[in-house]
């Protein structure tokens, strides 16, 4: 579904990716992980249109989306809930959702979708005509998430989700993202928390100061002490 | 009795003109950071086309009206397709200087397409018929004024609240990537603040020349800075804060032109500002803004 090839992407005179290459295909859970400052927003960015790619090319479905803008981008199935939630702090849960769904053009659906996750995240419901910005950390990343769950899209793209949440909300919200591939979607997921990505990833990848340091399946990583003692770090095993 | 009410729909007109005014430049500064100078321009641009069409035999009031207010918003969002599009991206500072030159370059369009003079433009001087309604009298002006802003004020409420792109803007207010995120385009959600600061604009246009009677080319200065030191005084940037700063700015300016005798009445401007720097020491953000310190996220 997601073909990135060769990328590269410059912060002005600074290269934060070097030449990275992954894929994500249909119904995948795939994670990318590796230390701060890795590269691992900048390749989110780079697929959803945020900053340009340098050098390579980001294929979606088939097709050529490096000269598409963001909006373009979003419109043809790929969203990314950001780093830090970025919820609309001053509208409400429900302008938040609304606003989720701005590309859509099919009411009832929308209305549908929004009963069917309502009805999964009842505090959501709770919180309905409450202001984003009076939510908790986790209640926020709930709403990030079903924000862009709203645009229908076919691939969602998470920026660490369990970042600054507490551990008992950091297992809610894995929970979630593993239950989403119930849903039939495709999920791409920048984690700095490995442990727990490789618990419900099905691929991942490793970038490390803009590399790419690893490239296999979830299984294989995880069983693997030596890879996890290399790329994640110690007392992991 | 009779005074003090004459006086309060006074008061009342002034301030929803500079509400209109304000609400024009805090939409644009709120959406996109930039402060619009050329915002008074618009009042320029609505007047000469009034001038214009009353000069070509089309000054029909039914006509004018609306050809005013459509000519205002297209200049509006022609700007800023040609003007600050292109520098959106550049630092603040630039899409200042370039509201300026736009300023200048209407101003001189003004002063060489027509005349450096004044010239009267009686079309809509007709709202300036005066009602008695008792032993009180009113112009139908202030009346219009009060209540156009009103409803105005209304229809952007509803508008900021009820539609997608009026939660785009405001969402985009404070965090305009996620926005775009959404898959909401940017150029719609800029193009849309300036077409509503636009039409404010048009209206104040039209209550601002039947007020005054003419139109010259710098005419727009004034107005545009009275709109900028109501957006300082209600909080910068917020809506509701641009529409109580025009309020007060308005009300305290009636106010002290009853209250100063004669030989001080040159003095209004001065008192009036001394009033709101006293204000703003109080309130530094203004009568709505928000109490923040430097270093403070505003997301």
Same mark, same amino acid.
């Given at each position: 579904?997601?073909? $990135?090839?060769?990328?590269?992407?410059?912060?002005?005179?600074?290269?934060?990716? =070097?030449?990275?290459?992954?894929?994500?295909?249909? #119904?995948?859970?795939?994670?990318?992980?590796?230390?701060?400052?890795?590269?691992?927003?900048?390749?989110?960015?780079?697929?959803?249109?945020?900053?340009? $790619?340098?050098?390579?090319?980001?294929?979606?479905? #088939? %097709?050529?989306?490096?000269?598409?803008?963001?909006?373009?981008?979003?419109?043809?199935?790929?969203? $990314?809930?950001?780093?830090?939630? =970025?919820?609309?702090?001053?509208?409400? $849960?429900?302008?938040?959702?609304?606003?989720?769904?701005?590309?859509?053009?099919?009411?009832?659906?929308?209305?549908?979708?929004?009963?069917?996750?309502?009805?999964?995240?009842?505090?959501?419901?709770?919180?309905?005509? %409450?202001? #984003?910005?009076?939510?908790?950390?986790?209640? %926020?990343?709930?709403?990030?998430?079903?924000?862009?769950?709203?645009?229908?899209?076919?691939?969602?793209?998470?920026?660490?989700?369990?970042?600054?949440?507490?551990?008992?909300?950091?297992?809610?919200?894995?929970?979630?993202?593993?239950?989403?591939?119930? =849903?039939?979607?495709?999920?791409?997921?920048?984690? %700095?928390?490995?442990?727990?990505?490789?618990?419900?990833?099905?691929?991942?990848?490793?970038?490390?100061?803009?590399?790419?340091?690893?490239?296999?399946?979830?299984?294989?990583?995880?069983?693997?002490?030596?890879?996890?003692?290399?790329?994640?770090?110690?007392?992991?095993? | 009795?009779?005074?003090?009410?004459?006086?309060?729909?006074?008061?009342?007109?002034?301030?929803?003109?500079?509400?209109?005014?304000?609400?024009?430049?805090?939409?644009?500064?709120?959406?996109?950071?930039?402060?619009?100078?050329?915002?008074?321009?618009?009042?320029?641009?609505?007047?000469? +086309?009034?001038?214009?069409?009353?000069?070509?035999?089309?000054?029909?009031?039914?006509?004018?009206?609306?050809?005013?207010?459509?000519?205002?918003?297209? *200049?509006?969002?022609?700007?800023?397709?040609?003007?600050? &599009?292109?520098?959106?991206?550049?630092?603040?500072?630039?899409?200042?200087?370039?509201?300026?030159?736009?300023?200048?370059?209407?101003?001189?369009?003004?002063?060489?397409?027509?005349?450096?003079?004044?010239?009267?433009?009686?079309?809509?001087?007709?709202?300036? @018929? @005066?009602?008695?309604?008792?032993?009180?009298?009113? @112009?139908?002006?202030?009346?219009?004024?009060?209540?156009?802003? !009103?409803?105005?004020?209304?229809?952007?409420?509803?508008?900021?609240?009820?539609?997608?792109?009026?939660?785009?803007?405001?969402?985009?207010?404070?965090?305009?990537? *996620?926005?775009?995120?959404?898959?909401?385009?940017?150029?719609?959600?800029?193009?849309?603040?300036?077409?509503?600061?636009? /039409?404010?604009?048009?209206? !104040?246009?039209? /209550?601002?020349?039947? &007020?005054?009677?003419?139109?010259?080319?710098?005419?727009?200065?004034?107005?545009?800075?009275?709109?900028?030191?109501?957006?300082?005084?209600?909080?910068?940037?917020?809506?509701?804060?641009?529409?109580?700063?025009?309020?007060?700015?308005?009300?305290?300016?009636?106010?002290?032109? +009853?209250?100063?005798?004669?030989?001080?009445?040159?003095?209004?401007?001065?008192?009036?500002?001394?009033?709101?720097?006293?204000?703003?020491?109080?309130?530094?953000?203004?009568?709505?803004?928000?109490?923040?310190?430097?270093?403070?996220? *505003?997301?």
């Amino acid at each position: 579904m997601l073909e $990135v090839d060769n990328v590269s992407v410059n912060y002005g005179a600074v290269r934060a990716v =070097h030449s990275v290459s992954l894929s994500v295909d249909e #119904g995948e859970i795939v994670t990318l992980l590796g230390p701060n400052g890795a590269g691992k927003t900048s390749m989110l960015s780079a697929i959803i249109g945020l900053v340009p $790619v340098a050098e390579g090319t980001v294929t979606f479905e #088939g %097709q050529n989306i490096n000269r598409l803008d963001t909006e373009s981008r979003v419109a043809r199935g790929i969203t $990314v809930t950001p780093e830090g939630r =970025h919820v609309f702090a001053n509208l409400t $849960v429900e302008e938040n959702l609304i606003l989720g769904a701005a590309i859509r053009r099919d009411a009832d659906g929308v209305a549908r979708d929004l009963e069917t996750y309502l009805d999964m995240f009842p505090i959501l419901r709770e919180r309905f005509k %409450q202001s #984003g910005g009076s939510l908790s950390g986790g209640e %926020q990343q709930m709403l990030a998430v079903v924000r862009a769950l709203m645009s229908g899209p076919k691939l969602l793209m998470l920026d660490e989700p369990s970042l600054g949440l507490a551990p008992q909300i950091v297992d809610q919200i894995f929970k979630l993202i593993s239950g989403l591939r119930d =849903h039939g979607l495709t999920l791409l997921v920048v984690e %700095q928390n490995a442990q727990e990505a490789l618990k419900f990833a099905d691929r991942a990848y490793i970038l490390s100061s803009g590399n790419l340091e690893f490239a296999g399946t979830a299984e294989e990583l995880r069983t693997s002490a030596d890879l996890m003692k290399a790329y994640i770090g110690e007392g992991v095993s | 009795m009779q005074y003090v009410a004459e006086q309060a729909l006074n008061a009342l007109s002034i301030g929803a003109e500079y509400s209109l005014l304000a609400l024009g430049l805090a939409i644009v500064f709120s959406v996109m950071g930039l402060v619009n100078f050329a915002h008074g321009e618009f009042l320029g641009v609505g007047g000469y +086309i009034m001038y214009a069409m009353a000069l070509f035999g089309a000054g029909d009031i039914w006509m004018i009206l609306p050809v005013c207010l459509l000519t205002v918003v297209i *200049t509006a969002v022609l700007l800023e397709r040609v003007a600050f &599009r292109p520098v959106r991206r550049a630092p603040a500072t630039t899409g200042l200087l370039t509201a300026f030159g736009v300023a200048i370059i209407l101003q001189n369009v003004f002063l060489m397409g027509v005349s450096p003079r004044p010239k009267a433009v009686p079309a809509v001087a007709v709202l300036n @018929t @005066t009602v008695d309604i008792g032993s009180f009298t009113f @112009t139908i002006l202030q009346f219009l004024e009060a209540g156009v802003t !009103a409803i105005a004020i209304v229809l952007l409420v509803v508008f900021m609240r009820r539609t997608k792109l009026g939660l785009a803007m405001r969402a985009a207010a404070h965090d305009f990537t *996620t926005v775009r995120l959404m898959g909401v385009r940017a150029n719609r959600v800029i193009a849309t603040a300036f077409a509503i600061s636009g /039409f404010l604009a048009g209206l !104040a246009a039209i /209550f601002f020349i039947a &007020r005054r009677g003419a139109i010259d080319p710098f005419m727009g200065l004034l107005p545009v800075l009275k709109a900028f030191v109501a957006c300082v005084l209600g909080g910068f940037g917020s809506l509701p804060g641009a529409v109580v700063g025009g309020l007060v700015l308005g009300i305290l300016e009636v106010v002290l032109i +009853i209250l100063l005798p004669d030989f001080l009445a040159g003095l209004r401007d001065a008192a009036v500002f001394f009033i709101i720097g006293a204000i703003l020491v109080g309130r530094p953000q203004g009568i709505l803004g928000k109490k923040a310190e430097l270093g403070d996220k *505003t997301a």
